[in-house]
């Protein structure tokens, strides 16, 4: 089983960028799938990006497509997301989220079983 902590979120003004951090311990962390999810207030918790077991393939909402970059280092235990050109419409809290599978990709809420806790991303106009 795999523990997942997010951070590296705050407070940026627009145009701005971010890279989000989320160590994996507790599992094998090339075995698993690994993604970015996030959720505005009111709003479902939706896909960002993906990242294959090997850090092989990605895969992007249309929203983060040419802003957005996921990465992962098997040698730390680590899934980044580098984020850039941040939009107000960006604001929510993100996950870094894990699946046991050599699958990809994976782009449902349910495709993942292994979740941390979240870490805030605010974008000011």
């Known amino acids: 089983q795999v523990q997942l902590v997010e951070s590296g979120g705050g407070l940026v003004q627009a145009g701005g960028s971010l890279r989000l951090f989320c160590a994996a311990s507790?599992?094998?962390?090339?075995?698993?799938?690994m993604g970015w999810f996030r959720q505005a207030p009111g709003k479902e918790r939706e896909f960002v990006a993906g990242?294959?077991?090997?850090?092989?393939?990605?895969a992007y909402a249309d929203s983060a497509k040419g802003r957005f970059t996921i990465s992962r280092d098997n040698a730390k235990n680590a899934v980044y997301l580098q984020m850039s050109s941040l939009k107000p419409e960006d604001t929510a809290v993100y996950y870094c989220?894990?699946?046991?599978?050599?699958?990809?990709?994976?782009?449902?809420?349910?495709?993942?079983?292994?979740w941390g806790q979240g870490t805030q991303v605010t974008v000011s106009s």
């Open positions: 507790g599992g094998t962390f090339s075995n698993y799938a």
């Open positions: 989220a894990a699946r046991r599978s050599f699958d990809f990709p994976l782009l449902k809420r349910t495709d993942y079983n292994y």
């Open positions: 990242i294959k077991w090997s850090g092989g393939s990605t």
